[in-house]
T-cell receptor, first 116, second 112 residues
């Protein structure tokens, strides 16, 4: 299995809703990432997990809450989002922290989120 | 600090014509350079990378990029494009730490 699987592929939520994005990989990768991508823009790093521990939080608002229950799963919990949070949310993984240069990231196909 | 500049936001090109997508970087240290491709409604896929050694790197689908240290560039080229090459292309640099710095992307449109 050489994929990063993200669910759902599309999500529409109201500003008062609570929802979660899920990411799963079975490649034994120990670094996992959440990126946010607006249309025609590059991905922006949100969070980095290394060995299931949060290592980087790029000053993301608290309405986004990441969780890494185990080495294969990464969640992003959403609560009280704003319309400007509408974007493509990408999950990525890499073999071990610090090896991205050798192996790059493996990205999922993303969840397209619309906040209404 | 590291940064990546992709000078062309959109590049239209006719099918079977050559194409060059430009990427320049700034870094005070040695860098690793990457090109990622994003097809519509999909995530990013690694196209090719420069780590060290030969400055010319190739992908399996006919793209190549050349690392030019003196010009701090890593331009992507293909001698003959196909319709299926229509996508967004991102140049990225990694110097220290785990972070990648992505360029703003170039939208390649291949015209039949």
């Amino acid at each position: 299995d050489t994929e990063v699987t993200q669910t759902p592929k599309h999500l529409v939520m109201g500003m008062t809703n609570k929802k979660s994005l899920k990411c799963e990989q079975h490649m034994g990768h120990r670094a996992m990432y959440w990126y946010k991508q607006k249309a025609k823009k590059p991905p922006e790093l949100m969070f980095v997990y290394s060995y299931e521990k949060l290592s980087i939080n790029e000053s993301v608002p608290s309405r986004f809450s990441p969780e890494c229950p185990n080495s294969s799963l990464l969640n992003l919990h959403l609560h009280a989002l704003q319309p400007e949070d509408s974007a493509l949310y990408l999950c990525a993984s890499s073999q071990t922290p610090g090896t991205e240069a050798n192996y790059g990231y493996t990205f999922g196909s993303g969840t397209r989120l619309t906040v209404v | 600090a590291q940064s990546v500049t992709q000078l062309d936001s959109q590049v239209p090109v006719f099918e079977e014509a050559p194409v060059e997508l430009r990427c320049n970087y700034s870094s005070s240290v040695s860098v690793y350079l990457f090109w990622y491709v994003q097809y519509p409604n999909q995530g990013l896929q690694l196209l090719l990378k420069y780590l060290s050694g030969s400055t010319l790197v190739e992908s399996i689908n006919g793209f190549e990029a050349e690392f030019n240290k003196s010009q701090t560039s890593f331009h992507l080229r293909k001698p003959s494009v196909h319709i299926s090459d229509t996508a967004e292309y991102f140049c990225a640099v990694r110097a220290t730490g785990n972070q990648f710095y992505f360029g703003t992307g170039t939208s390649l449109t291949v015209i039949p």
